[in-house]
């Protein structure tokens, strides 16, 4: 079994900045993709934004140019950097990995999500 545990939530002033954390334990291999999504109230989860193992980025439009995912494979963590947030960013956040924990055996995970609101 995998657990990912998010950090870094909270209450930010529209412009300002936070930085997400993705903490990954239990029997992990190799963790291949790393992604954040977001569900605003009333709307669908969409995705942010993903990472492989060896660094590719995908962002989705409206945050491109200023979130910037990262990952550290040695600590099995992934990051979201948000700047210049904006009211519309309020969300919950949540992390996922795609994690091989076996020769034979790959799943995806979800965190338990954590809450950013963007309000002056």
């Known amino acids: 079994q995998v657990q990912l545990v998010e950090s870094g939530g909270g209450l930010v002033q529209p412009g300002g900045t936070l930085r997400l954390s993705c903490a990954a334990s239990g029997s992990i291999f190799s963790i291949n993709v790393m992604g954040w999504y977001r569900r605003a109230p009333g709307k669908e989860r969409e995705l942010v934004a993903d990472?492989?193992?060896?660094?590719?980025?995908n962002y989705a439009d409206s945050v491109k140019g200023r979130f910037t995912i990262s990952r550290d494979n040695a600590k099995n963590t992934g990051y979201l950097q948000m700047n210049s947030l904006k009211p519309e960013d309020t969300a919950v956040y949540y992390c996922?990995?795609?994690?091989?924990?076996?020769?034979?055996?790959?799943?995806?995970?979800w965190g338990q999500g954590t809450q950013v609101t963007v309000s002056s």
């Open positions: 990472i492989t193992s060896v660094g590719v980025t």
């Open positions: 996922n990995a795609v994690v091989k924990s076996g020769p034979l055996y790959t799943a995806r995970y």
